[in-house]
């Protein structure tokens, strides 16, 4: 059993940054999960359909929407069981709930709000 919990969240103005952070924890193994997991970072705004912001794999291959490309990084730190994704140039578009999720298993956070204010 794993446990994500995502931080970093908040009210910035457009053209800002934030950096968001998902830790995960639970069993004695979680951290033998999480090294051999990918990791993503999915976001739901009011209204629309939940989509995958970006992925990172355990190798630390990196994939992103096309519309957060060039702006957002995922990254990942295997000692502190962590996965973060820096956010630069925030837009009011990308208002929304930022999910953690551990990639090809059922694993999900509660979520964290970012809103971005023109």
């Known amino acids: 059993q794993v446990q994500l919990v995502e931080s970093g969240g908040g009210l910035v103005q457009a053209g800002e940054s934030l950096r968001l952070s998902c830790v995960a924890s639970?069993?004695?193994?979680?951290?033998?999960?999480?090294?051999?997991?990918?990791m993503e970072w999915h976001r739901q705004a009011p209204g629309k359909q939940r989509e995958l912001v970006a992925g990172i794999t355990a190798g630390g291959s990196e994939n992103y929407a096309d519309s957060v490309k060039g702006r957002f990084t995922i990254s990942r730190d295997n000692v502190k069981n962590t996965v973060f994704l820096q956010m630069n140039s925030l837009k009011p578009e990308d208002t929304a709930v930022y999910y953690c999720?551990?990639?090809?298993?059922?694993?999900w956070g509660r979520g964290t709000q970012v809103t971005v204010s023109s």
């Open positions: 639970g069993s004695a193994f979680s951290f033998v999960i999480f090294r051999a997991n990918a």
């Open positions: 999720k551990m990639g090809g298993r059922n694993y």
